[in-house]
Protein backbone atom coordinates (compact mmCIF):
# COMPACT_ATOMS: atom_id res chain seq x y z
CA UNK A 1 0.00 0.00 0.00
CA UNK A 2 2.91 2.41 0.63
CA UNK A 3 3.56 2.67 -3.13
CA UNK A 4 0.72 5.10 -2.95
CA UNK A 5 2.38 7.39 -0.81
CA UNK A 6 4.53 7.81 -4.38
CA UNK A 7 2.00 9.67 -6.65
CA UNK A 8 0.32 12.29 -6.27
CA UNK A 9 -0.62 15.83 -7.83
CA UNK A 10 1.86 18.66 -8.25
CA UNK A 11 0.58 20.35 -4.91
CA UNK A 12 1.74 17.04 -3.49
CA UNK A 13 5.20 16.72 -4.77
CA UNK A 14 5.55 20.55 -4.05
CA UNK A 15 4.55 19.99 -0.26
CA UNK A 16 7.48 16.87 0.03
CA UNK A 17 10.13 19.06 -1.82
CA UNK A 18 9.23 21.57 0.26
CA UNK A 19 9.71 19.08 3.63
CA UNK A 20 12.55 17.61 2.45
CA UNK A 21 14.08 20.78 2.22
CA UNK A 22 13.73 21.78 5.92
CA UNK A 23 14.58 17.93 6.95
CA UNK A 24 18.09 18.86 4.60
CA UNK A 25 18.43 21.51 6.89
CA UNK A 26 17.76 20.20 10.30
CA UNK A 27 19.90 17.67 9.38
CA UNK A 28 22.75 20.08 8.34
CA UNK A 29 22.40 21.96 11.46
CA UNK A 30 22.25 18.86 13.89
CA UNK A 31 25.51 17.60 11.94
CA UNK A 32 26.80 21.44 13.08
CA UNK A 33 25.57 21.02 16.85
CA UNK A 34 26.74 16.73 17.00
CA UNK A 35 30.53 18.52 16.00
CA UNK A 36 30.68 21.62 18.48
CA UNK A 37 28.46 20.39 21.04
CA UNK A 38 25.02 21.40 22.52
CA UNK A 39 26.83 24.87 23.40
CA UNK A 40 25.42 25.72 20.04
CA UNK A 41 22.22 25.95 21.34
CA UNK A 42 20.37 27.82 23.80
CA UNK A 43 21.01 26.06 27.02
CA UNK A 44 22.78 26.40 29.93
CA UNK A 45 23.60 24.98 33.09
CA UNK A 46 20.82 26.46 34.82
CA UNK A 47 18.09 26.50 32.08
CA UNK A 48 19.57 23.13 31.33
CA UNK A 49 16.67 21.74 28.56
CA UNK A 50 15.06 24.09 26.36
CA UNK A 51 12.30 23.67 22.96
CA UNK A 52 13.88 20.13 22.39
CA UNK A 53 12.60 18.87 25.67
CA UNK A 54 9.83 21.20 25.48
CA UNK A 55 8.40 19.80 22.30
CA UNK A 56 8.43 16.15 23.11
CA UNK A 57 6.76 17.14 25.85
CA UNK A 58 3.79 18.67 23.87
CA UNK A 59 4.20 16.58 21.59
CA UNK A 60 3.95 13.26 23.55
CA UNK A 61 0.19 14.57 24.45
CA UNK A 62 -0.47 14.85 20.34
CA UNK A 63 0.46 11.23 20.53
CA UNK A 64 -2.13 10.65 23.77
CA UNK A 65 -4.56 12.50 21.94
CA UNK A 66 -5.72 9.70 19.30
CA UNK A 67 -7.73 7.97 22.44
CA UNK A 68 -10.20 11.03 22.26
CA UNK A 69 -11.55 9.30 18.62
CA UNK A 70 -11.00 5.64 19.76
CA UNK A 71 -13.11 5.78 23.28
CA UNK A 72 -16.18 7.00 21.72
CA UNK A 73 -15.91 4.86 18.48
CA UNK A 74 -14.84 1.75 20.59
CA UNK A 75 -17.12 1.99 23.82
CA UNK A 76 -20.11 4.75 22.78
CA UNK A 77 -20.24 2.79 19.33
CA UNK A 78 -20.20 7.05 18.08
CA UNK A 79 -19.90 5.49 14.03
CA UNK A 80 -19.57 9.18 12.36
CA UNK A 81 -15.94 8.71 13.62
CA UNK A 82 -15.12 5.24 11.66
CA UNK A 83 -12.69 7.82 9.28
CA UNK A 84 -10.68 9.73 11.67
CA UNK A 85 -9.79 6.43 13.83
CA UNK A 86 -7.16 5.26 11.51
CA UNK A 87 -6.21 9.22 11.15
CA UNK A 88 -5.93 9.44 14.88
CA UNK A 89 -3.88 6.56 14.77
CA UNK A 90 -1.37 7.55 11.79
CA UNK A 91 -1.28 10.86 13.91
CA UNK A 92 -0.47 9.24 17.05
CA UNK A 93 2.11 7.59 15.29
CA UNK A 94 4.05 10.80 13.70
CA UNK A 95 3.80 12.78 16.81
CA UNK A 96 5.54 9.46 18.48
CA UNK A 97 8.50 9.93 15.78
CA UNK A 98 8.52 13.21 16.36
CA UNK A 99 9.24 13.35 20.60
CA UNK A 100 11.52 9.98 20.01
CA UNK A 101 13.53 12.56 17.40
CA UNK A 102 13.55 15.53 19.89
CA UNK A 103 14.77 13.32 22.64
CA UNK A 104 17.43 12.12 20.51
CA UNK A 105 18.15 15.88 19.06
CA UNK A 106 18.76 16.90 23.01
CA UNK A 107 21.00 14.37 24.02
CA UNK A 108 25.09 15.36 24.82
CA UNK A 109 26.36 12.00 23.60
CA UNK A 110 23.70 10.59 21.21
CA UNK A 111 25.46 7.77 20.15
CA UNK A 112 25.05 6.22 23.28
CA UNK A 113 21.69 6.51 22.94
CA UNK A 114 21.12 2.71 23.25
CA UNK A 115 22.30 2.66 26.44
CA UNK A 116 19.15 3.14 28.06
CA UNK A 117 18.21 -0.43 26.73
CA UNK A 118 21.66 -2.17 27.85
CA UNK A 119 21.63 -1.12 31.03
CA UNK A 120 17.63 -0.16 31.66
CA UNK A 121 16.69 1.26 34.90
CA UNK A 122 13.49 0.87 36.18
CA UNK A 123 14.20 3.43 39.01
CA UNK A 124 14.54 6.09 36.00
CA UNK A 125 11.40 7.57 34.89
CA UNK A 126 13.06 7.94 31.88
CA UNK A 127 13.53 4.60 31.11
CA UNK A 128 9.65 3.80 31.52
CA UNK A 129 9.26 6.68 28.91
CA UNK A 130 11.08 5.14 26.53
CA UNK A 131 9.03 1.70 27.38
CA UNK A 132 5.50 2.88 27.09
CA UNK A 133 6.57 5.64 23.63
CA UNK A 134 7.76 2.76 21.96
CA UNK A 135 5.03 0.40 22.88
CA UNK A 136 2.93 2.84 21.51
CA UNK A 137 4.34 3.79 18.52
CA UNK A 138 4.09 0.07 17.70
CA UNK A 139 0.59 -0.48 18.99
CA UNK A 140 -0.65 2.49 16.37
CA UNK A 141 1.23 1.81 13.64
CA UNK A 142 0.04 -2.27 14.10
CA UNK A 143 -3.52 -1.40 14.37
CA UNK A 144 -3.43 1.82 11.80
CA UNK A 145 -2.17 -0.59 9.09
CA UNK A 146 -4.37 -3.62 10.02
CA UNK A 147 -7.05 -1.87 9.79
CA UNK A 148 -6.28 -0.08 6.73
CA UNK A 149 -5.50 -3.31 5.10
CA UNK A 150 -8.91 -4.61 5.94
CA UNK A 151 -10.66 -1.21 4.35
CA UNK A 152 -9.02 -1.89 1.24
CA UNK A 153 -9.81 -5.44 1.05
CA UNK A 154 -13.25 -4.17 1.94
CA UNK A 155 -13.29 -6.54 5.00
CA UNK A 156 -14.05 -5.62 8.98
CA UNK A 157 -10.73 -5.94 10.83
CA UNK A 158 -9.22 -9.24 12.82
CA UNK A 159 -10.88 -9.78 16.03
CA UNK A 160 -7.07 -9.06 17.16
CA UNK A 161 -6.81 -5.66 15.80
CA UNK A 162 -9.87 -4.64 18.12
CA UNK A 163 -8.28 -5.85 21.02
CA UNK A 164 -5.44 -3.74 20.25
CA UNK A 165 -7.40 -1.02 20.00
CA UNK A 166 -8.49 -1.29 22.84
CA UNK A 167 -5.51 -1.99 24.64
CA UNK A 168 -4.22 1.87 22.91
CA UNK A 169 -6.48 3.44 25.36
CA UNK A 170 -5.24 2.62 29.01
CA UNK A 171 -1.68 2.55 26.96
CA UNK A 172 -2.37 6.42 25.20
CA UNK A 173 -3.04 7.45 28.95
CA UNK A 174 -0.06 5.87 30.38
CA UNK A 175 2.33 7.57 27.83
CA UNK A 176 1.47 11.14 28.81
CA UNK A 177 1.32 10.08 32.38
CA UNK A 178 4.90 8.79 32.69
CA UNK A 179 5.68 12.02 30.82
CA UNK A 180 4.21 13.97 33.36
CA UNK A 181 6.47 11.80 36.03
CA UNK A 182 9.42 13.23 34.77
CA UNK A 183 8.67 16.33 35.60
CA UNK A 184 6.07 16.12 38.75
CA UNK A 185 8.86 13.60 41.11
CA UNK A 186 11.87 15.77 41.41
CA UNK A 187 12.60 17.98 44.46
CA UNK A 188 13.34 21.35 44.26
CA UNK A 189 12.02 22.37 41.15
CA UNK A 190 8.68 24.10 42.81
CA UNK A 191 6.84 24.62 39.32
CA UNK A 192 6.88 20.84 38.54
CA UNK A 193 6.44 19.73 41.83
CA UNK A 194 2.62 19.24 41.44
CA UNK A 195 0.49 16.10 41.97
CA UNK A 196 -1.54 17.63 39.49
CA UNK A 197 0.66 17.62 36.73
CA UNK A 198 -0.19 14.67 34.64
CA UNK A 199 -4.09 15.56 34.99
CA UNK A 200 -3.08 19.06 33.30
CA UNK A 201 -0.85 17.30 31.07
CA UNK A 202 -3.61 15.34 29.97
CA UNK A 203 -6.44 17.98 29.72
CA UNK A 204 -4.17 19.82 27.32
CA UNK A 205 -3.18 17.31 25.25
CA UNK A 206 -7.00 16.12 25.11
CA UNK A 207 -7.90 19.92 23.40
CA UNK A 208 -4.15 20.42 21.67
CA UNK A 209 -4.55 17.05 19.61
CA UNK A 210 -8.08 16.36 18.82
CA UNK A 211 -7.99 20.18 17.84
CA UNK A 212 -4.68 19.47 15.69
CA UNK A 213 -6.59 16.67 13.99
CA UNK A 214 -9.74 18.38 13.07
CA UNK A 215 -7.77 21.49 11.72
CA UNK A 216 -5.72 18.66 9.18
CA UNK A 217 -9.18 16.86 8.47
CA UNK A 218 -10.85 19.87 7.40
CA UNK A 219 -7.88 21.12 4.92
CA UNK A 220 -7.76 17.00 3.80
CA UNK A 221 -11.39 17.80 3.02
CA UNK A 222 -11.31 20.80 1.10
CA UNK A 223 -7.71 19.79 -0.69
CA UNK A 224 -7.72 16.07 -0.75
CA UNK A 225 -11.29 14.70 -0.26
CA UNK A 226 -11.23 13.52 2.41
CA UNK A 227 -14.49 11.83 2.86
CA UNK A 228 -15.99 12.95 6.65
CA UNK A 229 -19.61 13.83 7.74
CA UNK A 230 -19.54 17.38 9.67
CA UNK A 231 -20.99 15.51 12.79
CA UNK A 232 -17.85 13.73 13.45
CA UNK A 233 -16.40 17.51 13.01
CA UNK A 234 -18.41 19.15 15.40
CA UNK A 235 -18.45 15.95 17.79
CA UNK A 236 -14.69 16.12 18.18
CA UNK A 237 -14.80 20.40 19.00
CA UNK A 238 -16.81 19.55 21.50
CA UNK A 239 -14.48 16.64 22.95
CA UNK A 240 -11.75 19.74 22.55
CA UNK A 241 -13.81 22.15 24.31
CA UNK A 242 -14.35 20.21 27.42
CA UNK A 243 -10.76 19.27 27.86
CA UNK A 244 -9.51 22.83 27.07
CA UNK A 245 -11.97 23.65 29.95
CA UNK A 246 -10.44 21.22 32.06
CA UNK A 247 -7.07 22.19 31.24
CA UNK A 248 -7.64 26.21 32.21
CA UNK A 249 -9.49 24.74 35.19
CA UNK A 250 -6.49 22.91 36.71
CA UNK A 251 -4.03 25.74 35.45
CA UNK A 252 -6.08 28.22 37.25
CA UNK A 253 -6.05 25.54 40.45
CA UNK A 254 -1.83 25.88 40.47
CA UNK A 255 -2.75 29.68 40.36
CA UNK A 256 -4.84 29.59 43.12
CA UNK A 257 -2.61 27.48 45.76
CA UNK A 258 0.75 29.73 44.61
CA UNK A 259 -1.28 33.00 44.84
CA UNK A 260 -3.52 32.15 48.14
CA UNK A 261 -0.76 30.70 49.97
CA UNK A 262 2.02 33.03 49.06
CA UNK A 263 4.86 30.62 49.49
CA UNK A 264 8.02 31.95 47.40
CA UNK A 265 8.69 27.91 45.97
CA UNK A 266 5.16 27.65 44.53
CA UNK A 267 4.59 31.56 43.09
CA UNK A 268 7.78 32.26 41.86
CA UNK A 269 7.74 30.17 38.39
CA UNK A 270 4.44 31.49 37.47
CA UNK A 271 5.28 35.56 38.61
CA UNK A 272 8.16 34.87 36.05
CA UNK A 273 6.33 33.50 33.23
CA UNK A 274 3.55 36.17 33.41
CA UNK A 275 5.31 39.27 35.12
CA UNK A 276 9.02 38.02 34.95
CA UNK A 277 11.55 37.98 37.72
CA UNK A 278 14.58 40.63 38.46
CA UNK A 279 14.02 42.36 35.20
CA UNK A 280 13.94 39.01 33.20
CA UNK A 281 10.81 38.31 31.48
CA UNK A 282 11.63 36.59 27.82
CA UNK A 283 8.55 34.55 27.93
CA UNK A 284 5.47 36.89 29.35
CA UNK A 285 4.42 38.16 25.55
CA UNK A 286 4.10 34.09 25.20
CA UNK A 287 1.79 33.47 28.54
CA UNK A 288 -0.23 36.56 28.07
CA UNK A 289 -0.65 35.07 24.10
CA UNK A 290 -1.50 31.79 25.83
CA UNK A 291 -4.21 33.05 28.03
CA UNK A 292 -5.51 35.27 25.74
CA UNK A 293 -6.09 32.77 22.91
CA UNK A 294 -7.02 29.99 25.84
CA UNK A 295 -10.29 32.17 26.61
CA UNK A 296 -10.69 33.68 22.70
CA UNK A 297 -10.94 29.29 21.83
CA UNK A 298 -12.97 28.47 24.53
CA UNK A 299 -15.45 31.24 24.02
CA UNK A 300 -15.02 29.86 20.41
CA UNK A 301 -15.53 26.53 21.42
CA UNK A 302 -18.17 26.78 23.44
CA UNK A 303 -20.53 28.65 21.85
CA UNK A 304 -22.94 26.12 20.37
CA UNK A 305 -23.73 28.30 17.36
CA UNK A 306 -20.27 29.16 16.48
CA UNK A 307 -19.01 25.60 17.82
CA UNK A 308 -21.10 24.80 14.21
CA UNK A 309 -20.29 27.47 12.29
CA UNK A 310 -17.39 25.90 9.92
CA UNK A 311 -16.36 29.34 9.39
CA UNK A 312 -15.55 30.13 12.92
CA UNK A 313 -14.63 26.16 14.29
CA UNK A 314 -11.01 26.44 12.58
CA UNK A 315 -10.11 29.37 14.31
CA UNK A 316 -11.41 28.33 17.70
CA UNK A 317 -9.22 25.03 17.67
CA UNK A 318 -6.32 27.08 16.40
CA UNK A 319 -6.42 29.74 19.07
CA UNK A 320 -7.02 26.36 21.57
CA UNK A 321 -3.98 24.74 19.80
CA UNK A 322 -1.74 27.48 20.19
CA UNK A 323 -2.74 28.31 23.45
CA UNK A 324 -1.89 24.83 24.73
CA UNK A 325 1.68 24.67 22.41
CA UNK A 326 2.91 27.90 24.72
CA UNK A 327 2.32 26.91 27.69
CA UNK A 328 3.19 23.23 27.37
CA UNK A 329 5.60 23.55 24.31
CA UNK A 330 7.26 26.54 26.06
CA UNK A 331 6.53 27.94 29.17
CA UNK A 332 5.80 24.60 31.13
CA UNK A 333 9.39 23.18 30.70
CA UNK A 334 11.44 26.73 30.66
CA UNK A 335 9.80 28.29 33.57
CA UNK A 336 10.40 24.61 35.49
CA UNK A 337 14.26 26.05 35.77
CA UNK A 338 13.30 29.43 37.24
CA UNK A 339 15.15 30.20 39.98
CA UNK A 340 17.44 27.90 39.73
CA UNK A 341 18.95 26.22 42.58
CA UNK A 342 20.64 29.23 44.26
CA UNK A 343 17.49 31.68 43.51
CA UNK A 344 18.85 33.36 40.59
CA UNK A 345 17.06 33.82 37.63
CA UNK A 346 18.13 33.09 33.51
CA UNK A 347 16.13 33.71 30.62
CA UNK A 348 16.48 31.31 27.64
CA UNK A 349 16.35 31.78 24.44
CA UNK A 350 16.86 29.41 21.25
CA UNK A 351 19.69 30.09 18.82
CA UNK A 352 19.27 29.93 15.17
CA UNK A 353 20.65 26.15 14.80
CA UNK A 354 18.20 25.26 17.50
CA UNK A 355 15.38 26.31 15.43
CA UNK A 356 16.78 24.92 12.69
CA UNK A 357 17.13 21.55 13.97
CA UNK A 358 13.26 21.92 15.29
CA UNK A 359 11.97 22.68 12.29
CA UNK A 360 13.39 19.59 10.51
CA UNK A 361 12.34 17.41 13.11
CA UNK A 362 8.84 18.31 13.05
CA UNK A 363 9.18 18.29 9.24
CA UNK A 364 10.20 14.48 9.61
CA UNK A 365 7.06 13.97 11.88
CA UNK A 366 5.04 16.03 9.07
CA UNK A 367 6.45 13.74 6.18
CA UNK A 368 5.57 10.27 8.15
CA UNK A 369 2.28 11.81 8.47
CA UNK A 370 1.94 12.80 4.51
CA UNK A 371 3.00 9.69 3.56
CA UNK A 372 0.37 7.63 5.72
CA UNK A 373 -1.94 9.89 4.99
CA UNK A 374 -1.89 9.57 1.77
CA UNK A 375 -1.87 6.21 1.22
CA UNK A 376 -5.42 6.69 3.78
CA UNK A 377 -6.95 8.39 0.82
CA UNK A 378 -5.56 6.75 -1.53
CA UNK A 379 -6.86 3.48 -0.46
CA UNK A 380 -10.75 5.11 0.13
CA UNK A 381 -10.46 7.05 -3.54
CA UNK A 382 -9.54 3.24 -4.83
CA UNK A 383 -12.23 1.24 -3.11
CA UNK A 384 -15.01 3.93 -3.86
CA UNK B 1 3.40 -42.05 29.33
CA UNK B 2 -0.31 -40.34 29.03
CA UNK B 3 1.24 -38.16 25.58
CA UNK B 4 1.31 -34.89 27.39
CA UNK B 5 3.43 -33.91 24.17
CA UNK B 6 4.88 -30.54 23.47
CA UNK B 7 4.28 -28.73 20.38
CA UNK B 8 6.38 -27.28 18.17
CA UNK B 9 4.98 -23.53 19.23
CA UNK B 10 4.33 -24.35 22.70
CA UNK B 11 8.30 -25.08 23.45
CA UNK B 12 8.89 -22.12 20.64
CA UNK B 13 6.82 -19.95 22.83
CA UNK B 14 7.62 -20.82 26.01
CA UNK B 15 11.56 -20.40 25.04
CA UNK B 16 10.70 -16.91 24.24
CA UNK B 17 9.30 -16.00 27.59
CA UNK B 18 12.06 -17.85 29.40
CA UNK B 19 14.71 -15.75 27.33
CA UNK B 20 12.86 -12.27 27.84
CA UNK B 21 13.06 -13.21 31.82
CA UNK B 22 16.63 -13.72 31.37
CA UNK B 23 16.88 -10.53 29.41
CA UNK B 24 14.70 -8.42 31.88
CA UNK B 25 15.81 -10.17 35.16
CA UNK B 26 18.85 -7.49 35.62
CA UNK B 27 16.88 -4.43 35.53
CA UNK B 28 14.51 -6.05 38.05
CA UNK B 29 16.67 -7.36 39.87
CA UNK B 30 18.40 -4.05 40.38
CA UNK B 31 15.25 -2.11 41.16
CA UNK B 32 14.88 -4.75 44.36
CA UNK B 33 18.67 -4.55 45.76
CA UNK B 34 18.85 -1.28 48.27
CA UNK B 35 20.91 1.67 46.73
CA UNK B 36 24.22 1.24 47.46
CA UNK B 37 24.22 -2.21 48.16
CA UNK B 38 23.72 -3.63 51.89
CA UNK B 39 26.01 -3.57 54.93
CA UNK B 40 26.99 0.51 55.05
CA UNK B 41 30.29 0.18 57.15
CA UNK B 42 31.57 3.63 55.60
CA UNK B 43 29.83 7.03 55.14
CA UNK B 44 31.43 9.46 53.55
CA UNK B 45 30.93 13.07 54.39
CA UNK B 46 32.27 16.63 54.90
CA UNK B 47 32.04 19.28 57.79
CA UNK B 48 32.97 22.65 56.71
CA UNK B 49 33.55 25.14 58.70
CA UNK B 50 32.84 28.13 56.43
CA UNK B 51 33.30 31.06 59.39
CA UNK B 52 37.09 30.45 59.05
CA UNK B 53 36.72 30.19 55.41
CA UNK B 54 37.38 33.54 53.59
CA UNK B 55 36.35 34.45 49.60
CA UNK B 56 40.07 33.75 49.19
CA UNK B 57 40.66 30.54 51.08
CA UNK B 58 37.61 29.28 48.94
CA UNK B 59 39.45 30.16 45.53
CA UNK B 60 41.97 27.96 46.45
CA UNK B 61 39.94 25.20 47.64
CA UNK B 62 38.15 25.67 44.12
CA UNK B 63 41.52 25.72 42.07
CA UNK B 64 43.13 22.62 43.83
CA UNK B 65 39.89 20.47 42.93
CA UNK B 66 39.69 21.91 39.35
CA UNK B 67 43.45 21.43 38.52
CA UNK B 68 43.54 18.15 40.37
CA UNK B 69 40.75 16.82 37.99
CA UNK B 70 41.39 18.39 34.63
CA UNK B 71 37.88 20.60 35.27
CA UNK B 72 38.16 22.88 31.94
CA UNK B 73 37.64 26.56 33.09
CA UNK B 74 35.20 27.46 30.17
CA UNK B 75 34.71 31.17 30.89
CA UNK B 76 31.41 30.98 28.49
CA UNK B 77 28.72 32.66 30.71
CA UNK B 78 26.05 29.21 31.46
CA UNK B 79 28.49 26.52 29.88
CA UNK B 80 30.91 26.68 32.87
CA UNK B 81 32.15 23.41 34.51
CA UNK B 82 32.54 23.38 38.56
CA UNK B 83 33.26 21.03 40.86
CA UNK B 84 33.27 23.12 44.10
CA UNK B 85 33.07 27.23 43.94
CA UNK B 86 32.27 29.50 46.53
CA UNK B 87 28.25 31.07 46.49
CA UNK B 88 27.27 34.22 48.75
CA UNK B 89 24.89 32.76 52.31
CA UNK B 90 22.17 34.04 50.66
CA UNK B 91 22.37 31.80 47.25
CA UNK B 92 23.71 29.03 49.53
CA UNK B 93 20.17 28.69 52.07
CA UNK B 94 17.57 30.79 50.48
CA UNK B 95 14.98 29.53 52.52
CA UNK B 96 17.11 31.23 55.27
CA UNK B 97 16.46 35.12 54.79
CA UNK B 98 18.98 37.40 56.72
CA UNK B 99 16.86 40.61 55.65
CA UNK B 100 18.10 42.73 58.18
CA UNK B 101 21.59 41.26 58.46
CA UNK B 102 24.80 43.34 57.38
CA UNK B 103 25.21 41.68 54.07
CA UNK B 104 24.12 38.29 53.65
CA UNK B 105 26.05 38.71 50.20
CA UNK B 106 29.46 39.37 51.88
CA UNK B 107 29.36 35.95 53.17
CA UNK B 108 30.97 33.05 51.00
CA UNK B 109 30.33 29.02 51.13
CA UNK B 110 32.00 26.26 49.42
CA UNK B 111 28.94 24.53 47.40
CA UNK B 112 30.15 20.85 45.68
CA UNK B 113 27.98 18.04 45.22
CA UNK B 114 26.36 17.03 48.93
CA UNK B 115 26.62 13.15 48.10
CA UNK B 116 23.44 12.79 49.08
CA UNK B 117 21.81 9.88 51.07
CA UNK B 118 18.88 9.29 48.63
CA UNK B 119 20.41 11.20 45.54
CA UNK B 120 17.70 12.15 43.45
CA UNK B 121 20.23 12.50 40.40
CA UNK B 122 20.55 8.68 40.73
CA UNK B 123 17.04 8.27 40.69
CA UNK B 124 16.51 9.45 37.57
CA UNK B 125 19.50 8.93 35.86
CA UNK B 126 18.59 6.28 32.87
CA UNK B 127 21.63 4.53 32.11
CA UNK B 128 23.19 4.01 35.50
CA UNK B 129 25.85 6.41 34.52
CA UNK B 130 25.64 8.17 38.25
CA UNK B 131 25.22 5.75 40.91
CA UNK B 132 25.89 5.81 45.06
CA UNK B 133 28.47 3.65 46.08
CA UNK B 134 28.23 1.36 49.21
CA UNK B 135 30.81 4.07 50.96
CA UNK B 136 28.22 7.00 49.90
CA UNK B 137 30.20 8.86 47.06
CA UNK B 138 27.76 9.83 44.11
CA UNK B 139 29.80 8.31 41.87
CA UNK B 140 29.78 9.42 37.66
CA UNK B 141 30.85 7.31 34.85
CA UNK B 142 31.82 9.34 31.91
CA UNK B 143 31.74 6.91 29.41
CA UNK B 144 27.87 5.33 29.83
CA UNK B 145 26.50 9.09 30.07
CA UNK B 146 24.53 9.76 27.33
CA UNK B 147 24.04 13.43 28.05
CA UNK B 148 20.47 13.38 28.81
CA UNK B 149 20.97 15.91 31.97
CA UNK B 150 18.02 14.65 33.82
CA UNK B 151 20.41 14.64 36.33
CA UNK B 152 20.73 18.12 36.29
CA UNK B 153 17.19 18.81 36.64
CA UNK B 154 16.84 16.33 39.14
CA UNK B 155 19.86 18.19 41.60
CA UNK B 156 18.30 20.63 43.97
CA UNK B 157 22.07 21.98 44.52
CA UNK B 158 23.07 22.73 41.30
CA UNK B 159 25.93 20.49 41.75
CA UNK B 160 26.49 19.22 38.32
CA UNK B 161 27.96 20.56 34.95
CA UNK B 162 27.16 19.74 31.43
CA UNK B 163 30.18 20.12 28.95
CA UNK B 164 28.21 22.27 26.49
CA UNK B 165 31.92 22.80 24.70
CA UNK B 166 35.05 20.46 24.03
CA UNK B 167 36.56 20.53 27.28
CA UNK B 168 39.89 20.04 26.25
CA UNK B 169 40.08 22.89 24.66
CA UNK B 170 40.04 24.83 27.84
CA UNK B 171 42.98 22.88 29.93
CA UNK B 172 46.05 24.44 29.43
CA UNK B 173 47.85 21.19 31.51
CA UNK B 174 46.05 18.14 31.60
CA UNK B 175 47.31 16.00 34.61
CA UNK B 176 47.85 12.89 33.71
CA UNK B 177 46.51 11.07 36.50
CA UNK B 178 42.67 12.17 36.20
CA UNK B 179 40.95 11.52 33.22
CA UNK B 180 39.62 14.34 30.59
CA UNK B 181 35.72 14.51 29.71
CA UNK B 182 34.34 14.32 26.39
CA UNK B 183 32.23 16.69 25.27
CA UNK B 184 28.26 15.99 26.05
CA UNK B 185 28.54 14.39 29.63
CA UNK B 186 27.59 15.70 32.29
CA UNK B 187 30.25 15.58 35.50
CA UNK B 188 30.20 16.40 39.18
CA UNK B 189 32.75 16.40 42.68
CA UNK B 190 33.30 12.50 43.07
CA UNK B 191 34.77 13.60 46.91
CA UNK B 192 38.05 13.03 45.43
CA UNK B 193 37.50 9.22 45.05
CA UNK B 194 40.84 8.37 43.17
CA UNK B 195 42.58 10.00 46.71
CA UNK B 196 40.06 8.02 49.15
CA UNK B 197 41.41 4.90 47.68
CA UNK B 198 45.15 5.62 48.83
CA UNK B 199 44.12 7.18 52.33
CA UNK B 200 44.76 10.48 51.05
CA UNK B 201 41.63 13.72 51.94
CA UNK B 202 40.15 14.95 49.29
CA UNK B 203 41.83 18.02 47.67
CA UNK B 204 39.75 20.91 49.04
CA UNK B 205 39.95 19.60 52.18
CA UNK B 206 43.78 19.58 52.04
CA UNK B 207 43.42 23.24 50.57
CA UNK B 208 41.06 24.22 53.45
CA UNK B 209 43.75 24.59 55.81
CA UNK B 210 41.67 22.93 58.11
CA UNK B 211 38.51 24.53 57.19
CA UNK B 212 37.08 21.59 56.09
CA UNK B 213 36.81 18.02 57.96
CA UNK B 214 36.27 15.18 55.97
CA UNK B 215 35.82 11.71 57.00
CA UNK B 216 33.38 8.69 58.30
CA UNK B 217 29.71 10.01 59.41
CA UNK B 218 28.72 6.42 60.16
CA UNK B 219 31.82 6.22 62.76
CA UNK B 220 30.58 8.05 65.79
CA UNK B 221 34.28 8.36 66.94
CA UNK B 222 35.02 10.45 63.51
CA UNK B 223 36.99 13.72 63.37
CA UNK B 224 34.04 15.22 61.32
CA UNK B 225 31.15 13.06 64.20
CA UNK B 226 32.90 14.84 66.86
CA UNK B 227 32.37 18.28 65.53
CA UNK B 228 28.63 17.83 64.33
CA UNK B 229 27.99 16.31 68.09
CA UNK B 230 29.26 19.30 69.99
CA UNK B 231 27.92 22.16 67.28
CA UNK B 232 25.00 23.39 65.79
CA UNK B 233 25.02 22.45 61.94
CA UNK B 234 22.53 22.81 58.51
CA UNK B 235 22.54 21.25 55.54
CA UNK B 236 21.45 22.50 51.97
CA UNK B 237 17.42 22.23 51.56
CA UNK B 238 17.41 19.22 54.04
CA UNK B 239 13.03 19.58 53.71
CA UNK B 240 13.66 18.01 50.20
CA UNK B 241 14.88 14.64 51.82
CA UNK B 242 17.73 13.82 49.81
CA UNK B 243 20.03 13.75 52.86
CA UNK B 244 23.07 15.69 52.16
CA UNK B 245 26.29 14.67 53.69
CA UNK B 246 27.94 18.01 53.31
CA UNK B 247 27.43 19.68 56.52
CA UNK B 248 27.90 23.44 57.07
CA UNK B 249 29.25 24.10 60.71
CA UNK B 250 27.66 27.28 62.57
CA UNK B 251 30.34 27.96 64.68
CA UNK B 252 31.29 31.11 66.41
CA UNK B 253 27.15 32.94 65.04
CA UNK B 254 26.99 33.23 68.82
CA UNK B 255 30.07 35.16 69.33
CA UNK B 256 29.65 37.43 66.51
CA UNK B 257 26.05 38.49 67.69
Redesign the interface.
Known amino acids: MLEKALRGGKVYYAWLALLLAVIAAGVLAWLYQLR ?4 VTG ?4 V ?2 GLYIAQFTFMVGVAASAVMVAVPYYFHNHKVFKPVVILGEFLAVSAVVVCMLF ?1 FV ?5 A ?2 L ?2 L ?10 WD ?1 CVLAGYLLLNITIGWTMLSAEKKGVSPPRWAHGLSIAAIPWAVSIHTVTAF ?1 YA ?5 HYWLSAIMAARFLASAFAAGPALLILICLLLRRRAGLRLEDGAVTSLAKVVAYAMAANVFFFLLEVFTATYSGVPAHAESLSYLFFGLEGLHALTPFMWAAAFLAFAGLTLLITPRWRRSLTLLPWGLAAVFLACWLDKGVGLVLA ?2 VP ?5 V ?1 DYSPTGIEILILLGVYAIGALVLTALYKVVIAVRHEEA | MSGKKISRRRFLGLGGAILAGTALLPAFGAALLPPGGGGQSVRYGMVVDWRRLTAEDIARMSRACHEGHNVPAVTEPGHEVKWLWGESFDRVFPEWEAPYAEDPRALSLPVLCNHCESPPCCRVCPTEATFKRADGVVMMDYHRCIGCRFCMAACPYGARSFNFTDPRRYLDEIRGDYPTRALGVVEKCDFCEERLRLGLEPLCAEASGGAVVFGDLADPDSAPRRLLAANFSLRRKAELGTGPNVHYLWRGVEADA
Open positions: HGLGMTRDSWIDLGQPRVNVLHPSPHSVMFMLGLPGRGFSPFGEH
